[in-house]
């Protein structure tokens, strides 16, 4: 039982100063975490718990594929980085260090090189393979921007996990167990995430795939098809160039200009006095009008497309900030069939990819295929859209087929952008690694054989704040009970009895099983314990008050809200 009388917790009132994500701030007001450096975390005794919980389920997971776990150690000497030639790779995203001796050793990003070279010192038969070990151990990162807590912390927990096999179908296998294990873990810690197509970066590899738990905080942008079940992070679409396409012959017709400097009455008096078939205003969504522009004094117009699909709306200020201070033009009457152009195009946080889009170009409608180009870093973003034409890009663009019944007026499919948070990776290394360390196997016929490996990360803290960035409201966490430190939050208001009784509870639901917190503080206001409650987020409030003289508790739902009166008599039956 965690009794908050005794209990090294201390909840503040308000958002640390340096706290821009819910995250962060609401583990720091919980009390389950302190900051020791920039990027570094102490973890109290609540977020020990939940911390814990996490890994819980991942050893769970991990041990149900029939992985091994180890503890390798963090401080590694060069030796093994040089082999691999990641001592240089590293660059300064590494923390370097000596002993006394002068020996240089890095304290570990990732163990790739440790676990072969470990594999290599104990297996030598091919029927000792395949294998997978993991280990939960603290990375160190020196982070160009550590930031929002321990979403990207430079010393943090993770899950990594490796497998070695004896050919391809082997990897494949110990792959698909891992992407079916991470499934299965962040569908028991509740996240709502996405597993899209991922670069392998410095790791190197071929096939390789990320968990992104969708949060509107995270730094990665991926991108989802609604029809097909692609998924990829923008990183990783494959984009062909697009196409050449001639400048001269650009439709000319000029109508309706801004004045120098568009601000968002004069972009709408604009528009409004082009006709568009529709009346705008100032808080409008501006959906599909094709406009050019060009900075004062320039020659050259450049084309744009300001375009929502749906109903999204364009954020009209941003929509400002881009084009001024440009010269704006409607585009009209050309015959864009024939004179294909490229467009830069402002889109909405759902835009489409690799499909047609419909451009009302007063008065008709052009249509073209749009081209991611990159994210803006906002939550607009910039693309290349080819008007006039229906080009079909090769590669990327089979991701944008549809399934019957999805809005996609030109039956092609829609791809969505969305933000997430990388909560885990997983790669088919093959055999860069192997290769280094030269990791054989005696095959059955007496001839060495190259193994071949996966590796299989969990940002075991990040997931921590990863959960609380998708469950919380304005009070505080909203923990899934798997994470919670408690399940019950017992909490006794008042001086003497209510807070025996309170005790009592605990101790009779504990009896059962049940993990409590409770609140036994004397002194401290109901209102002020209430709040603290809320802030820490068990999923199940019993609270033992004034009610108690005419036997009376009550029951709160920390996620909806709801309370209830029950007994005090058969209170423990009803919560256990
Ligand atoms: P990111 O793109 O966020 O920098 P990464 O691709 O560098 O992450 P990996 O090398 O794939 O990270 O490491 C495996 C996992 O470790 C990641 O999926 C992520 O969940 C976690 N992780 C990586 N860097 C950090 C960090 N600085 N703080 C917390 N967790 C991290
Ligand atoms: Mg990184
Ligand atoms: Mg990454
Ligand atoms: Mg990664």
């Keep these: 039982m965690l009794r908050m009388s005794t209990l090294f917790l201390r909840t503040l009132r308000e958002d640390p100063a340096d706290a821009e994500v819910p995250s962060h701030k609401l583990m720091v007001r919980g009390g389950y975490v302190r900051r020791a450096a920039p990027g570094v975390y102490s973890w109290m005794p609540l977020g020990k718990i939940v911390l814990e919980n996490v890994a819980a389920v991942i050893r769970e997971e991990m041990g149900r594929i029939g992985g091994q776990e180890v503890l390798l150690p963090a401080l590694l000497p060069r030796e093994y980085y040089e082999t691999s030639g990641r ?24 163990h790739e090189e440790l676990f072969t070279s470990l594999v290599k010192g104990e297996y030598t038969s091919y029927k000792d393979f395949p294998v997978i070990l993991y280990q939960i151990q603290e990375k160190f990162r020196d982070e160009a921007r550590p930031r929002a807590g321990v979403l990207r912390g430079r010393e943090f927990h993770m899950k990594d996990a490796y497998s070695f096999d004896l050919d391809d179908d082997g990897l494949q296998r110990s792959y698909d167990l891992h992407r079916d294990a991470y499934m299965r873990i962040f569908d028991r810690l509740r996240l709502r995430y996405a597993v899209v197509s991922a670069t392998s970066g410095a790791m190197g590899g071929s096939a390789s795939e990320e968990f992104l738990a969708e949060a509107p905080t995270g730094e990665d942008t991926f991108v989802r098809s609604t029809g097909s079940g692609y998924a990829a992070n923008v990183e990783a679409v494959r984009t062909p160039a697009p196409p050449a396409l001639p400048v001269e012959g650009r439709p000319e017709a000029q109508v309706h200009h801004t004045p120098d400097t568009p601000t968002i009455e004069t972009l709408v008096d604009f528009f409004n006095a082009a006709g568009l078939g529709r009346t705008f205003t100032a808080a409008d969504t501006l ?27 364009v954020d009209m200020k941003r929509l400002e900030a881009a084009l001024e201070p440009a010269e704006v033009a409607l585009l009209e009457e050309a015959d864009f069939a024939a ?44 693309m290349d859209l080819v008007c006039g034409r229906d080009f079909t890009p090769d590669g990327t663009v089979e991701a944008a087929e549809v399934r019957e019944g999805d809005p996609s007026p030109d039956g092609r499919g829609t791809l969505y952008t969305a933000r997430g948070l990388e ?37 075991v803290s990040r997931v921590v704040a990863a959960v609380i960035e998708q469950s919380h409201d304005d009070k505080g966490i909203v923990w899934p009970r798997v994470v919670a430190p408690a399940d019950v939050h017992v909490v006794g208001t008042g001086k003497g009895e209510q807070i025996d009784v309170a005790l009592r509870i605990a101790g009779e639901l504990e009896a059962r099983g049940v993990r409590v917190l409770v609140d036994d503080r004397k002194g401290v206001s109901p209102g002020v314990k209430f709040t603290d409650s809320e802030l820490l987020g068990v999923p199940t409030c019993l609270i033992v008050g004034k009610g108690l003289d005419e036997g009376r508790l009550e029951l709160r739902d920390r996620r909806s809200g709801e309370r209830e009166e029950i007994g005090l008599d058969g209170a423990v039956d009803r919560v256990a």
């Design 287 to 313: 959906k599909n009008v094709l406009v050019k522009t060009r900075p004062p004094g320039a020659d050259e117009w450049e084309v744009m497309g300001i375009g929502v699909p749906g109903d999204r709306e």
């Design 423 to 459: 909560i885990g990776h997983i790669f088919q290394l093959g055999r860069k690694y192997t290769d280094a360390f030269e990791l054989d196997a005696l095959g059955a016929d007496g001839k060495p054989r190259r193994i071949t490996m996966g590796s299989y990360g969990i940002g």
């Design 87 to 110: 001592w240089t790779e590293y660059g300064d995203s590494v923390f370097r260090l000596q002993d006394r001796k002068g020996a240089d050793y890095m304290l570990g990003p990732t």
């Design 339 to 382: 004179n294909p152009f490229l467009v830069k195009g402002y889109v909405g946080p759902n835009a489409l990819i690799g499909n047609k889009l419909r451009y009302l170009v007063d008065p008709r409608v052009v249509e073209g295929t749009a081209w991611i180009t990159g994210a803006d870093k906002t939550d607009h973003h910039v």
